[in-house]
T-cell receptor, first 111, second 118 residues
Framework: RKEVEQDPGPFNVPEGATVAFNCTYSNSASQSFFWYRQDCRKEPKLLMSVYSSGNEDGRFTAQLNRASQYISLLIRDSKLSDSATYLCVVNATFGNEKLTFGTGTRLTIIP | GAVVSQHPSWVICKSGTSVKIECRSLDFQATTMFWYRQFPKQSLMLMATSNEGSKATYEQGVEKDKFLINHASLTLSTLTVTSAHPEDSSFYIC??????????????FGPGTRLTVL
């Protein structure tokens, strides 16, 4: 089983729609969770950290369910500029910087 | 925000040659730098963790004699792909972090180096 699993997509979503991604992780001791965004042929960029209480940043909402070991990302009122690959990222040990990346979910927003 | 640069941004080389990639933290001193590799449509895979002044820690399956890492200062790490072969063609990305006590430290990624071995 992969350490971090994501549906690779692609998700093709009309502009203005709401889209949600899920991600599961295998290590129950994982400490920190993130969503990164990666544009084609570019480096990943941190979109947001994910906290147990859930957190929101504008149109983006992230949730963590430790009991079920999954993380979600919700994008509301999607924009054309949201088209990218979204990477679920897990840090297994607090104080250890090693990150484990999912394969990413590809999102295309359609005008 | 913190800026990490990589050089070169792309390189094409002949099979059997060695290629050096530089990773620099421009506006902060990085306690740790990481080297990743990403093949098309695949995830970023950590190759090694590098701390200034000490030997790099390589992930399982990564040949340390093939992928030489030198971390000479708190702002510079280099990855040398020795005797490169076509299967080494990939997108190599570095990241850097600095220590903030009591919290997870964000990794700042370089723009990546696209290596093509002919």
């Amino acid at each position: 089983r992969k350490e971090v699993e994501q549906d690779p997509g692609p998700f093709n979503v009309p502009e203005g729609a709401t889209v949600a991604f899920n991600c599961t992780y295998s290590n129950s001791a994982s400490q920190s969770f993130f969503w990164y965004r990666q544009d084609c042929r570019k480096e990943p960029k941190l979109l947001m950290s994910v906290y147990s209480s859930g957190n929101e940043d504008g149109r983006f909402t992230a949730q963590l369910n430790r009991a079920s070991q999954y993380i979600s990302l919700l994008i509301r009122d999607s924009k054309l500029s949201d088209s990218a690959t979204y990477l679920c990222v897990v840090n297994a040990t607090f104080g250890n910087e090693k990150l484990t990346f999912g394969t990413g979910t590809r999102l295309t927003i359609i005008p | 925000g913190a800026v990490v640069s990589q050089h070169p941004s792309w390189v094409i080389c002949k099979s059997g040659t060695s290629v050096k990639i530089e990773c620099r933290s421009l506006d902060f001193q990085a306690t740790t730098m990481f080297w990743y590799r990403q093949f098309p449509k695949q995830s970023l895979m950590l190759m090694a963790t590098s701390n200034e002044g000490s030997k790099a820690t390589y992930e399982q399956g990564v040949e340390k004699d093939k992928f030489l890492i030198n971390h000479a200062s708190l702002t510079l790490s280099t990855l040398t792909v020795t005797s490169a072969h076509p299967e080494d063609s990939s997108f190599y990305i570095c990241s850097a972090t600095y220590l903030l006590a009591g919290s997870h430290n964000e990794q700042f990624f370089g723009p990546g180096t696209r290596l093509t071995v002919l």
